[in-house]
């Protein structure tokens, strides 16, 4: 995915001159404006990104967001930039909530530089969330990461406001539902509590809330652990490979492969029997190879194939010009 390739080239240059970066110019210059750009934005148009962007708050006059994203003279998203070793919470969040109120703007953003925290109205229509639905690390995202922010390149603000505000509401559905069995993993809260209530007319009543604790942290972890190898099993593998691979080679060219499942991999043939790709799980660990090599690539998970388009799709070619054995 070339948006990955473009975030970890800037996460690799900001890292060279992230000591030299102490303010919140620094930040805007030498962070800010660089993932703008990346980003698809003209960053010295005013038409496309204006800074000093005047946000009036009540009685306030003259109040500033450095930098609205304009679209038909109109700002779509407001960002608000901070000091690297500053917060992102508290006060600078109030702030930004302010600003909100007082605009058009439908998406805001909270950044030093490094994190960047997206707002937008899921709660209540036109007030800012107190809660970001998303949140990006330039210095550790993942590939769904890098995609999502991808979303936020230049144009979308226009053409796709509204599949992107249905699916910022999702991204906040999804965050509250992480919450909620991280606390459950944790073994922490209402759960440790509820089964001690219920031990006590047992003879189990004498196990200490402490233990039950551990013992919910212990099962839990192993019960994630049997759910995501049982989503790993070749007949749940087959269908995301079969679509990951689509995205990647196009949809025409799927017509010239056959897939055939095993104990443990998924292969990905040609019409003429010529292996193309191999996907396989042992437990957690998932691989794949290509061309029928016995080398293979580690992936973390199934859709970090993406990653590898440009090997997938060499061998694709590949293959479909050898001959049948």
């Not at 599949?163 to 509250?176: G, M, P």
């Not at 049997?226 to 060219?253: D, F, Y």
Request: proline share 3%; glycine share 6%; charged share 25%.
């Amino acid at each position: 995915m070339q948006i990955y390739k473009d975030l970890e080239a800037l996460a690799y240059r900001v890292k060279g001159v992230l000591e030299y970066i102490t303010t919140e110019e620094g930040c805007k210059t030498s962070l800010v404006l660089p993932m703008l750009t990346l980003l698809g934005y003209e960053v010295f148009n005013p038409k496309q990104v204006l800074p000093e962007f005047t946000a009036d708050v009540g009685i306030k006059r003259g109040e500033k967001v450095d930098y609205a994203i304009m679209a038909n003279g109109k700002p779509k998203m407001l960002i608000e930039c901070k000091s690297v070793k500053d917060s992102l919470d508290g006060n600078a969040v109030s702030q930004l909530f302010r600003y909100y109120s007082t605009t058009e703007a439908k998406f805001a953003v909270l950044t030093n530089g490094l994190v960047y925290k997206f707002y937008t109205d899921i709660d209540i229509p036109n007030r800012m969330d107190l809660e970001p639905f998303f949140e990006f690390n330039l210095l550790g995202f993942t590939l769904e990461d890098a995609e999502f922010l991808n979303r936020f390149r230049k144009g979308s603000l226009v053409g796709e406001m509204k599949l992107l505000q249905r699916d910022s509401r999702k991204r906040r559905l999804l965050q509250i539902i992480k919450s909620e069995i991280k606390s459950v993993l944790a073994g922490s809260g209402y759960l440790a509590e509820k089964i001690k209530k219920d031990l006590e007319t047992t003879k189990l009543c004498s196990a200490s809330f402490k233990e039950i604790t551990a013992l919910i942290s212990a099962v839990a972890l192993d019960e994630s652990i049997n759910c995501l190898e049982n989503n790993l099993t070749v007949e749940s593998l087959q269908p995301r490979v079969l679509r990951i691979i689509e995205n990647i080679l196009g949809k025409p060219r799927m017509d010239n492969l056959v897939t055939k499942l095993t104990g443990s991999s998924v292969y990905l043939d040609t019409d003429l029997g010529v292996p193309f790709i191999r996907v396989f799980s042992n437990n957690l660990d998932l691989r794949f190879s290509l061309l029928g090599s016995a080398s293979s690539i580690s992936i973390r998970v199934l859709e970090d194939l993406a990653l590898h388009a440009d090997i997938i799709t060499d061998a694709y070619k590949e293959a479909v010009t050898q001959p049948r054995d």
